[in-house]
């Protein structure tokens, strides 16, 4: 029980800051609220344990250089999109997830370098006809 309370204690004392995610495409731009994960401990907390995501809002992942990550799931109950995306904030890929709540769980690998990525409800950026090639700012 002690391990259980202390994983529960350490999740809860992680806070993210929050901010506005803009991408434009050529038709429109769409504003989503953000929590913003940009240390170690709020990338591996993102959205587990979250039961809803509201329908324009997400969690954008920052990295000050380009890195090789891979997402995944575990205690995630929300269908996820993430898009990956470059040093001057080009979309270059798009994944959709699915939750996951017993290990193994499906790891996602963009295969490629990026610099951020910002994960929203699966389905969102279709439905906003964003794309690759779209590009994202993160305003605080």
Not at 30 to 44: D, G, K, N, P, S
Not at 64 to 75: A, C, G, L, Y
Not at 93 to 116: E, H, N
Request: glycine share 8%.
């Amino acid at each position: 029980m002690t391990g259980i309370l202390a994983t529960l204690a350490l999740s809860l004392a992680v806070t993210f800051p929050h901010g506005t995610a803009t991408i434009r495409t050529p038709a429109r731009s769409v504003h989503v609220r953000v929590e913003i994960a940009e240390t170690l401990a709020q990338r591996e907390r993102g959205l587990s344990g979250r039961r809803t995501l509201a329908p324009n809002a997400g969690m954008a992942f920052l990295w000050k250089s380009d890195v090789h990550e891979r997402f995944w799931m575990k205690n995630t109950y929300v269908p996820l999109s993430i898009a990956f995306w470059g040093k001057r904030g080009r979309i270059l890929r798009i994944l959709d997830m699915s939750p996951c709540r017993l290990v193994p769980c499906k790891i996602y690998d963009p295969k490629i370098a990026f610099r951020g990525a910002l994960e929203v409800n699966r389905g969102a950026f279709g439905r906003w006809g964003v794309r690759p090639g779209a590009f994202v700012t993160i305003r605080r």
